[in-house]
């Protein structure tokens, strides 16, 4: 029986309805279906949402492309080697992202349809209405409802940016041509990725930032990336305040202001990646009675349960934890606690994220200023990526690990790790802060040697004892 929107029949023709159909809409209706009930799953715009079609996938594999041309030239770090490789095709190296975007959308969405009965897909844009959901003017007759209609790029607020052309991280990705300049507008995971792909495969990139480089990252992580994506020839200008923009010589010129000085950085195209805002206009949210968070996103306690009844949400639109996994995960609840009464409760504390740049930069529970501002005595050990012999052997001893426990009880309270593939480590951080693991118990695993993760037990170690004066796989 629904306790939202009941038709005056008193009957409903689904059990759920979820709108959007993107990764947490598709991750709802599964899990709905899987539990045997009726769901209505409506989508709007391209099947599959952000990550498949605009998101993860298109720039992941256009960043390992860039990886590819960047390998090439790194190769002579080893003596008696030499490499080159260049984008001999951007127009190919684009058709071949477009065709690993159609290949996973078509099995990963579209076929997983006519394998759930429970699922009814119906296209068109969703409205909140008092009593339920409106589609193509008609009534949709449902218990419960989850709310996933995700994010859009944000456009920030600098004037006389509405008269020049830029680009979303979804038209840089869909580019015919390679730009011969780009200026990145905006220094988070999305703007250094997709500034080191550029440049990387050829582009002269500049990437501006009011703050400094990932500023939910440690600063000693964010310092050395800015410095390492400065050494691949990016030209990374932080703590500015934008002044204006406008079109001057063919040429998008924006004006900033650093250090009291006004200066002009202009490119052949901008490209904004100043965050994501959740899709909530056009959908009735507030008309419906439902509360929004002060970002904009739709309001959901650890339940998924909005501010009203039988309204659940999820995903990029709740405006936080914004990763396809937490989508998935967060709508998963939503679904089960839709259907099942409310008993599973959402828990970030050990999220593990990822920046997809080279090295990538990966993290999971508090940083060091994080732990302090709730009040832990912390203590902290970082290992640089030169006491790694995995590093030493790659010749490439970029990045370091940095791990925070608590001085009271050893027990470890995060990680962070730049380093190559470190998005693979950071797993067994995530596992250690889960479980409860102390600095010295992380330090007494056994780890295989030359690994990237046998940093971590280095880092531990480091908390106790010198690690440059251990012997190989020691201690
Ligand atoms: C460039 C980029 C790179 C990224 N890389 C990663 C990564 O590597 N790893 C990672 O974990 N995350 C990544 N993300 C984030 C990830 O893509 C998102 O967190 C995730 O896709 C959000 O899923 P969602 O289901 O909440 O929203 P979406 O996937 O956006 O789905 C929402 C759907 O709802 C539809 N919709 C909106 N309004 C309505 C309506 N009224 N009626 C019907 N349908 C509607 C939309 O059209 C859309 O299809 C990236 C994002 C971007 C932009």
Not at 53 to 67: D, F, L, Q, Y
Request: proline share 4%; net charge negative.
């Amino acid at each position: 029986m629904c306790d939202c929107c009941e038709t005056n029949e008193n009957r409903n023709d689904y059990d759920l309805a979820v709108i959007g159909a993107g990764s947490a809409g598709f991750s709802a209706a599964i899990t709905a279906a899987e539990q045997g009930a009726q769901v209505a799953l409506i989508g709007h715009g391209t099947i599959g949402g952000t990550c498949v079609n605009v998101g993860c996938v298109p720039s992941k594999t256009m960043i390992r492309a860039a990886e590819a041309v960047h390998a090439a030239g790194a190769a002579s770090r080893f003596p008696g080697l030499a490499g080159d490789a260049h984008v001999s095709s951007w127009g190919n190296l684009i058709a071949a992202k477009d065709d690993l975007v159609g290949t996973l959308r078509q099995k990963k969405y579209v076929d997983l349809l006519p394998e759930y009965n429970g699922i009814t897909y119906l296209e068109g844009v969703a409205r909140l209405t008092g009593n339920g959901v409106v589609l193509n003017g008609s009534n949709i007759a449902t218990g419960k409802i989850i709310i996933a209609t995700g994010s859009s790029p944000a456009a920030p607020d600098i004037p006389g940016l509405a008269d020049v052309p830029w680009l979303t991280s979804t038209t840089a990705l869909e580019l015919p041509e390679q730009p011969r300049s780009l200026l990145v507008i905006g220094g988070g995971y999305i703007g250094c990725e997709l500034a080191q792909m550029f440049a990387r495969t050829g582009t002269k990139v500049t990437l501006v930032t009011r703050s400094r480089l990932l500023p939910e990252a440690e600063p000693e992580i964010a310092e050395a990336l800015t410095r390492y994506l400065a050494d691949e020839g990016v030209m990374v200008r932080t703590g500015l305040a934008y002044s204006h923009i406008e079109r001057r010589d063919g040429q998008i010129a924006l004006t900033i202001e650093a250090n009291g000085k006004v200066e002009t950085l202009d490119a052949e195209q901008i490209l904004v990646t100043t965050g994501r805002t959740p899709n909530t206009s056009g959908l009735g949210v507030t008309e419906a009675g439902i509360k929004l968070a002060s970002q904009g996103g739709i309001e959901v306690d650890d339940r998924m349960r909005t501010s009203k009844s039988g309204v659940y949400a999820a995903g990029d639109v709740t405006g936080r934890d914004q990763f396809v996994y937490m989508a998935a995960y967060g709508a998963k609840l939503a679904a089960l606690n839709a259907l099942n009464g409310n008993s599973l409760a959402y828990d970030s504390t050990t999220m593990p994220w990822v920046v997809f740049t080279d090295p990538q930069v990966a993290g999971v529970g508090l940083t060091e200023a994080g732990a302090q501002s709730l009040g832990f005595e912390t203590k902290t050990s970082v290992a640089r990526l030169d006491q790694v012999p995995r590093a030493l052997a790659a010749r490439d001893t970029r990045g370091l690990i940095k791990l925070v426990a608590d001085k009271k009880t050893d027990r470890l309270l995060g990680a962070q790790i730049l380093a190559p593939e470190g998005a693979d480590s950071i797993q067994t951080m995530v596992l250690a802060i889960k479980f409860g693991m102390t600095t010295q118990d992380l330090g007494a695993t056994i780890f295989p040697y030359l690994t990237t993760v046998e940093g971590l037990k280095l880092a531990a170690q480091g908390f106790g004892k010198d690690v440059a004066k251990l012997s190989c796989c020691a201690g």
